[in-house]
């Protein structure tokens, strides 16, 4: 039935079901052992980590490099979700392949959650070429990042109220570490010209990213990377390049680099020289273990490495000195 509705119905429906389902079950716990969180995509692992502490096992499903336009859950998913006690999702039709994971696993008595869930409608981004789906990846927007943490928060705290006190400390330490991203995205992205401030990527998943910061954003695919850029794209894109004379454009962790390269090669045969300025991170969070492997080390790298490609003043070790990857260069 969810394929036959637009998009913005299936999500609507995705939730209701959702919600329908996790209102069955008490919401107390009485156990003292740790619990079981999954999460899908990176970014919403981190923040599950961050809060639940030591009072619960968090798993993600979708490592470094992984397109979550893309995924489709394999049999071992299927039996972390049916285990866990609590799973979280980003919602907005981001891991649209899961759909019926995520309705069989709620409705067979689990707790589910969407991250996105307070964020307001007339906050939601949905691009003219996209009507009827919202733009999913409100995580590069770190304000509006800090609403899923909230959410991540009274979850935790209505699954699990004895330890309410550590989740709200918790998310208080994590939602302060924000706060400084936040702030130092502004001022690192402010110093760019305002002649520059195209930012030019794979597919378009910085839009919430360019609204905050005042920055024109162009994808070569679209919001989802299961559309494909066709060569008239990439002229267009050249286009722009050429007559803007835009000096740098990125490739990103979950996409093949081969249309990024198509625009550095269309621009040099019409004697214009553009770099690819760094791989930023999008879809997917760093390696485990890695600064990048954190939602704050993630969104860090990206800013830095967006600054410093194009013309602003930024650390050359980003905002807490551990950038791995300077930019300029293509890890």
């Known amino acids: 039935m969810l394929s036959r509705l637009r998009p ?8 209701v079901l959702l919600l329908s389902a996790v209102t069955l079950i008490a919401p107390d716990r009485a156990a003292a052992e740790p619990y079981d969180i999954v999460c899908t995509t990176g970014m919403i692992t981190d923040a599950a980590t961050r809060v639940a502490g030591d009072r619960a096992r968090v798993t993600g499903l979708m490592g470094p490099g992984v397109d979550p336009h893309l995924y489709k859950p ?25 759909t019926d994971a995520l309705i069989r696993v709620a409705v067979a008595g689990k707790k589910v959650y969407a991250v996105t869930e307070l964020i307001d409608e007339s906050f939601l981004l949905e691009p003219p070429e996209f009507a009827g789906l919202y733009d999913p990846h409100v995580w590069m927007d770190p304000e509006a990042w800090t609403r899923a943490v909230v959410v991540v928060r009274d979850k935790l705290i209505e699954f699990d109220p004895a330890g309410a006190e550590v989740y709200r400390a918790n998310a208080d330490a994590y939602l302060a570490e924000l706060a400084d991203l936040a702030r130092y995205c502004e001022s690192a992205l402010a110093t760019v010209p305002d002649s520059a401030r195209v930012l030019v990527t794979a597919h378009d998943a910085f839009n919430y990213f360019g609204r905050r910061y005042g920055y024109e954003v162009v994808g070569i695919q679209g919001l989802s990377t299961e559309s494909e850029a066709g060569v008239k794209d990439i002229e267009r894109i050249v286009d722009l390049l050429v007559a803007r004379r835009i000096g740098a454009v990125f490739a990103e962790t979950t996409i093949a680099a081969r249309n990024v390269e198509a625009l550095v090669a269309g621009a040099r045969s019409r004697g214009h020289r553009v770099v690819i300025g760094g791989r930023l991170f999008s879809d997917a969070m760093g390696a485990p273990g890695t600064y990048e492997g954190t939602y704050v080390g993630m969104i860090d790298h990206n800013v830095t490495t967006i600054v410093r490609s194009l013309g602003g003043s930024a650390p050359e070790r980003g905002m807490n000195g551990r950038l791995s990857a300077p930019a300029g260069t293509a890890p």
Not at 8 to 15: S, T
Not at 74 to 98: P, Q, W
């Open 8 to 15: 913005r119905g299936r999500a609507a429906l995705l939730g």
């Open 74 to 98: 394999t049999r071992s998913d299927i039996a972390r979700l049916t285990s866990a006690d609590v799973v979280f999702y980003n919602g907005l039709l981001l891991e649209g392949k899961m």
